[in-house]
């Protein structure tokens, strides 16, 4: 399977807190994607790592890349209750390709 | 940022009929759209890939004759699902990839819960 891995499936932290996420898959990547979904909501894309990359920032986010070990992580610094849902990671595959293959996801809850 | 909108957000419906849910880009031009399926407290699975004016091309394991896809602009796409079961019953959710500048980005609609009785 291409799907990505996540862990751990579930973190629970005070506000104010770090959360680090992590994500890992088993086929070369041309990118990986992080996403945010709030409770039975849409998906809403946060930061995109090309496979050339390895750590990007935005904002209280910071994301890092090793292809060799096939693997992401995804640090949330200074929690806050709003950050409260669930993270997946996503990879595309080759050059070209259509397919975002997602991880299996992290509820994050923060807790006020 | 770019607007995918979905509707309905919610429909209920008996056993055996149809249902359409549309998912439209608003502010930008979709030369692909993907439909997803996502059960309780699981990740998306991706159903199909849509390109406008051509044939939706289905993941193994999706039958193409109940969920259809029409892709008939770059702002609209619908999924169909015909003759649905209880076992359809899940939040289905679009996403669009824009046609300019870089298009790895897919923007994400909000998601329609389809409960089938």
């Known amino acids: 399977s291409q799907q990505g891995e996540e862990d751990p499936q579930a973190l629970s932290i005070q506000e104010g807190e770090n959360a680090t996420m992590n994500c890992s898959y088993k086929?070369?990547?041309?990118?990986l994607q992080w996403y945010r979904q709030n409770s039975g909501r849409g998906l809403v894309h946060l930061i995109l790592i090309r496979s050339n990359e390895r750590e990007k920032h935005s904002g209280r986010l910071r994301v890092t890349l090793d292809t060799s070990k096939k693997s992401s992580s995804l640090l949330i610094t200074a929690s806050r209750a709003a950050d409260t849902a669930s993270y997946f990671c996503?990879?595309?595959?080759?050059?070209?390709?259509?397919?975002?293959?997602f991880g299996t996801g992290t509820r994050l809850t923060v807790i006020p | 940022g770019a607007v995918v909108s979905q509707h309905p957000s919610w429909v209920i419906c008996k056993s055996g009929t149809s249902v359409k849910i549309e998912c439209r880009s608003l502010d930008f031009q979709a030369t692909t759209m993907f439909w997803y399926r996502q059960f309780p407290k699981q990740s998306l699975m991706l159903m199909a890939t849509?390109?406008?004016?051509?044939?939706?091309?289905?993941e193994q394991g999706v039958e193409k004759d109940k969920f259809l896809i029409n892709h008939a602009s770059l702002t609209l796409s619908t999924l169909t699902v015909t003759s649905a079961h209880p076992e359809d019953s899940s939040f289905y959710i679009c996403?669009?990839?824009?046609?300019?500048?870089?298009?790895?980005?897919?923007?994400f609609g909000p998601g329609t819960r389809l409960l089938v009785l």
């Open positions: 996403s669009a990839r824009g046609t300019s500048g870089r298009s790895e980005t897919q923007y």
């Open positions: 996503a990879i595309i595959v080759g050059p070209g390709a259509n397919n975002l293959f």
């Open positions: 086929t070369s990547i041309n990118n």
């Open positions: 849509s390109n406008e004016g051509s044939k939706a091309t289905y």
